[in-house]
């Protein structure tokens, strides 16, 4: 019967494409990680949005008696007035009003203003303005207490680093450098973890003690990388060595602190060093992307392009669309017409080590987002996006951050900025869409992928398959179809296409097409179940073919013999032929299978009429009706009422 595949009718970009990872799958996939490890409220649907507005009028309402007498109540309670409506904007993404109310907020009262200096510093940041930052993390710094001040002096040396003044940055993280290594314990038997990389990476069942040693080693850390950052851009790699020797002795399971310190040797010409600490890294954590890409590099650095080229190679198994892993393939073909030298000065960004400062402030942004720490990872893609507004690949991850704590329009407007020349263009439009299509913007959602198409010269499958599915949820079934067939140009041979093809043409009432599709289908994929099962169900309802019928039924439940609705199916087609004790057999078993299906208890009904038992008919007519409402058959319950006033009649 059709409905048996009904479930499968939305099909997934990956059945419709023969490549094995899209570009819009991935940005997809990454935004539902991203969704699924946000600790804060979910993506917003339009509908949430008008709900806060209103309740955003409704306390300006309950509380314009602050403004109305303000010289009678105390100054707290319109600091109170505007924090509740600065935190309304906030989460309806006005951020620059929610900014101003903050900033009034604070005017009339600054006795408990971290929570507001906080949330300051994020609009600041979000509205590009380092200065307004600094200022704020110090005014913070002169309200925490002791066991706070690390995490913002390091925010406020990666804040001097992108504002081009890293002689500064220096000199506030070689003093709490200092301090952190001397406040730490020297026992090597710390923490059986010993990363040292996040500082809220924490279990929540630890004690308060292992707690503030773990934030502690976290923090050490962060200093020593961003330390060594700096001091290797200023030519002091001997010094950045010596940090980061430091540290791994203290912590030698610290995956970053072998990477960096890596790359620090490296700069100092000792690759062997450089060699055994990447590999150090990488065994403590295997498959970090661009750990790999270094290794890769190193492999070149040493004339040993096979080797590079292998491990560019495992990058792109797991990542096709990686920036860096391409960039360096396509470098790598030049190896055999151009000599290494040659290939390394035609490619310098490639090839170039990229320690410093705001390599470990992206790493760490992309570990944070690993280990959902998404506030963390905003402020660190806000800084780097601050200090280098045309990086694409910052903007596409900030992007997806917003999106992931709820910051739907934002998210979407950020990532129309991505320009077409952009590597990440494609990754940009297809997570836009994605998340236009979870607010049912459907119509927007294909405008943003038809850009995409326009600058690709409808030559990528992947974009058209998604087309075609947003098409098709927005009910314009008619341009589902057009696309549908530029996809099958493209991909003459994939079953799948025609497929859905004929699952358009049938919500069209174009039977003639159906059968065509479905036929072009098993005769590229002759054991495709689900085809097969379709045309059989389709000659059976229609009366024809009826033993053609029968034997594409069987062939699918060869595939699938427990599949309820390829039993009902076969029933269906005995039911067309008059055999009607073989129908009941089959029908009896399916709704054994799926016991709710409006359909399938139709078909039930209907045999039992056949066969003279009233009570029987009545019984899954009824049954059948009462489950009408949940089915995608649009026409069944008018073909239920029918059949019940013709048992009436009688």
Same mark, same amino acid.
């Given at each position: 019967m059709l409905k048996a595949l009904s479930e499968r009718q939305t099909l997934p970009v990956s059945d419709l494409v023969v490549t094995s990872r899209s570009p819009f799958v991935l940005a997809a996939g990454l935004l539902l990680f991203l969704q699924g490890c946000s600790l804060l409220h979910p993506i917003d649907k339009i509908g949430e949005d008008s709900q806060s507005r209103l309740e955003h009028l409704l306390l300006k309402e309950q509380l314009s008696n602050v403004e109305e007498s303000e010289a009678t109540v105390p100054k707290q309670a319109s600091a109170t007035y505007n924090f509740l409506l600065g935190e309304f904007a906030f989460k309806n993404e006005n951020f620059s009003e929610a900014q101003s109310l903050f900033e009034v907020a604070l005017k009339y009262d600054e006795s408990d203003g971290i929570s507001i200096h906080q949330r300051l510093l994020d609009l600041y940041l979000l509205a590009g303005n380092l200065d307004k930052s600094l200022d704020i993390v110090k005014v913070l710094l002169a309200e925490v207490n002791d066991e706070q001040k690390p995490e913002l002096l390091l925010t406020q040396s990666q804040l001097l680093s992108a504002l081009d003044k890293k002689k500064d940055a220096q000199v506030v993280l070689e003093p709490l450098l200092e301090v952190l290594a001397q406040t730490e314990p020297t026992s090597k038997n710390q923490s059986a973890k010993s990363e040292g990389e996040l500082a809220q990476d924490l279990p929540v069942d630890i004690s308060l003690e292992q707690r503030q040693l773990r934030i502690l080693e976290a923090n050490r850390g962060l200093a020593s990388f961003l330390l060594s950052g700096l001091y290797a851009e200023d030519n002091k790699s001997l010094l950045a060595r010596q940090i980061l020797e430091s540290f791994v002795s203290a912590h030698p399971k610290s995956v970053l602190g072998h990477y960096y310190l890596a790359l620090v040797c490296e700069r100092l010409g000792d690759m062997i060093c450089a060699e055994n600490k990447l590999q150090t890294a990488l065994s403590l954590r295997p498959g970090v992307e661009f750990m790999l890409i270094d290794q890769a590099r190193l492999c070149v650095l040493q004339e040993k392009p096979e080797k590079a080229t292998a491990i560019v190679g495992q990058v792109l198994a797991f990542n096709p669309k990686s920036v860096a892993a391409r960039r360096m393939l396509l470098a790598l073909r030049d190896i055999g017409f151009l000599s290494t030298r040659e290939v390394l000065a035609s490619n310098p960004d490639v090839f170039a080590n990229q320690f410093g400062w705001a390599k470990v402030t992206m790493d760490l942004a992309l570990l944070e987002i690993e280990q959902q720490q998404m506030l963390r990872a905003e402020r660190n893609l806000h800084i780097l996006k601050i200090f280098n507004p045309n990086d694409w690949q910052v903007a596409y991850y900030l992007a997806s951050v917003y999106a992931a704590q709820g910051k739907t329009k934002t998210s979407i407007e950020k990532l129309k900025q991505i320009p077409s020349q952009s590597e990440y263009f494609e990754e940009s439009r297809a997570l836009a869409a994605y998340l236009l299509q979870t607010q049912e913007r459907y119509e927007e959602a294909v405008a943003l992928l038809?850009?995409?198409?326009?600058? &690709?010269?409808?030559?990528?499958?992947?974009?058209?398959?998604? @087309? !075609?599915?947003? +098409?098709? +949820?927005?009910?314009? @079934?008619?341009?589902? !179809? &057009?696309?549908?067939?530029?996809?099958i140009k493209v991909q003459p041979n994939n079953p799948r296409s025609y497929f859905l093809l004929a699952v358009l043409c049938d919500e069209l009432d174009r039977r003639d097409e159906v059968i065509t599709s479905l036929e072009r289908s098993i005769e590229i994929d002759p054991n495709y179940a689900e085809a097969l099962n379709y045309l059989g169900y389709t000659y059976a309802e229609g009366g024809e073919k009826l033993e053609r019928a029968l034997e594409l039924i069987n062939r699918a439940l060869s595939q699938d013999p427990e599949n309820g609705y390829f039993i009902d199916s076969l029933g269906w087609a005995y039911f067309r032929m008059g055999r009607y004790d073989d129908a009941l057999r089959e029908m009896l078993r399916a709704v054994g299978k799926t016991p709710n299906d409006a359909v399938i208890l139709e078909h039930l009904g209907m045999t039992y009429m056949k066969l003279g038992d009233e009570a029987n008919a009545l019984l899954y007519l009824d049954k059948a009706l009462a489950n009408a409402p949940e089915s995608e058959d649009e026409k069944v319950e008018e073909r239920i009422k029918e059949a019940l006033k013709q048992m009436e009649k009688k």
């Open positions: 038809e850009e995409v198409r326009k600058e &690709k010269e409808d030559g990528n499958e992947e974009l058209l398959a998604l @087309i !075609v599915n947003l +098409q098709r +949820q927005a009910g314009d @079934i008619d341009a589902a !179809v &057009k696309t549908l067939r530029k996809l």
